[in-house]
């Protein structure tokens, strides 16, 4: 298994450019199920997981042709088998994706139910829920979710908490839907914006997304389209810790600051001069940073997916903060870690406590998922002497070449096979 080493103590500086949005993606790349004409995707991450979820379609019969690395065409015309097994599904729980829109398109699906992860138990009731509303016969058998229905038809959907995919499945699965459908307490997330953009330019009728009242006025059926799937937002909040916790200067292009209000707002608290441009964010540093309390909730609030990397940056700032995670329940697995480079962190249960120590020593660690993996990183970057990561596969879930990323801002990382 793959390891990172990294040397410690290098201000980043330079610049860099940000990938597509793997939380867009996914459900985008599940659209295509929608409609028997090509879709072209653009500005698409490589990734370990936008490569799960092409193979799990591509085994559905939907045809994948590549044109070049960031762009592909997806033709679900020869769609002949709408499983989603259990061995893909267990390596990548955004595969409940297809659900939806396989339903939607098929009238049936046999999708594995998602296991728990690492952050949490993260049921899919409320998805289950929501297509029931519509009318979907939908039951659990050997470990399956057995779903079954001639035609959706529009109904309004609560969901008892707000959920991202949940919003995205029924969103998506509203669209073939006879009639309207309501989500009320949707997601607000960018990501659920891209969806729909992609979603209304195949001939979707979409309004609301963004907001927590997001209304469909289902059609007969959708048609091919092109769609740049927009920039990551967690990636590029990533680097921007990393560049912080460093003590750097570095523009971030091929991003934008709009999805990172809350990400910014905190970093300047920190003490960091944050300026933005059309499609760049440049960040510099103070000598030190000052510690930030926060508390993760839905967009547009603190992003849960920012949690870990927060945390890292307060173990080498000044003060003490307090860290609140709202959304996951086992979300702090990255502090044990970082502890092993020398943080001072107290948990006591859904609240850290992170009293800024003046540095941290190299250490080997291992990365337990995607975020946590992105902390013990920055942490690694400020650490004195060698960190060693290992399990790396979280992270090459979730960062496009981030060795080769992080070596064009002046870091010594390198991938130990
Ligand atoms: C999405 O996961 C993201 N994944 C996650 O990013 C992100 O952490 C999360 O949203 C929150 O922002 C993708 O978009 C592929 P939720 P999702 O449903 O949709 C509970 C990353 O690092 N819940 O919004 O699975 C759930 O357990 C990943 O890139 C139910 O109880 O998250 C959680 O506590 C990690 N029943 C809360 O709601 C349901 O049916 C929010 O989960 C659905 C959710």
């Known amino acids: 298994m793959d390891k990172l080493l990294i040397q410690g103590g290098v201000p980043l500086s330079g610049d860099v450019a940000m990938s597509g949005a793997k939380n867009a993606a996914l459900p985008i790349l599940c659209a295509c199920l929608l409609t028997n004409e090509p879709l072209r995707l653009k500005n698409l991450t490589q990734l370990n997981d936008i490569a799960t979820m092409l193979r799990l379609i591509g085994q559905m019969g939907v045809t994948v042709t590549m044109e070049g690395n960031d762009s592909l065409i997806l033709d679900a015309g020869g769609l002949n088998k709408p499983l989603a097994p259990y061995d893909m599904v267990k390596t990548m729980r955004a595969s409940i994706l297809v659900l939806g829109p396989l339903l939607a398109r098929c009238g049936e699906a046999r999708v594995s139910l998602p296991g728990g992860c690492a952050i949490g138990a993260r049921p899919v009731d409320q ?92 059609v007969e059926r959708l048609h091919g389209a092109t769609h740049s799937i927009m920039p990551d937002r967690i990636e590029t909040g990533t680097y921007l810790c990393a560049a912080a916790a460093t003590g750097g200067e570095v523009r971030l292009t091929h991003t934008a600051c709009d999805y990172l209000d809350a990400v910014i707002d905190k970093l300047r608290e920190a003490g960091c001069e944050i300026t933005c441009g059309p499609h760049e964010i440049w960040l510099k540093a ?118 080769e990323k992080l070596s064009r801002l002046g870091a010594s990382v390198r991938r130990v096979k």
């Not at 829920?129 to 038809?153: F, N, P, W």
């Not at 006591?348 to 120590?357: E, H, I, K, P, Q």
């Open 286 to 403: 103070p000598a030190r940073l000052k510690a930030v309390s926060l508390r993760t909730e839905p967009y547009p609030a603190f992003p849960t997916d920012m949690q870990a990397q927060f945390m890292a940056i307060n173990c080498v700032a000044e003060g003490t903060a307090i860290i609140r995670e709202t959304i996951f329940e086992n979300r702090f697995m990255h502090a044990v870690e970082l502890i092993r480079l020398g943080a001072n962190i107290r948990i006591d249960g859904s609240n850290a406590v992170v009293t800024g120590v003046p540095h941290l020593d190299g250490a080997t660690v291992m990365a337990t998922d995607l975020r946590a993996s992105a902390s013990l990183v920055i942490a690694g970057l400020v650490a004195q002497g060698e960190t060693l990561i290992e399990r790396i596969y979280h992270l090459d879930r979730g960062y496009e070449r981030i060795e």
């Open 127 to 218: 998805h289950i829920k929501g297509l029931q509303a519509m009318g979907a016969d939908i039951h659990v058998e050997q470990g399956y979710i057995q779903a079954r229905a001639t035609r959706l038809k529009g109904a309004r959907i609560f969901t008892d908490m707000v959920t991202v995919t949940g919003t995205e499945n029924l969103m998506m699965a509203a669209t073939l839907a006879e009639g309207e459908t309501i989500i009320e307490n949707a997601a607000r997330e960018p990501e659920v914006v891209d969806l729909a953009n992609c979603l209304i330019a195949m001939g979707a009728r979409i309004s609301g997304a963004g907001g927590d009242r997001i209304v469909i006025q289902g």
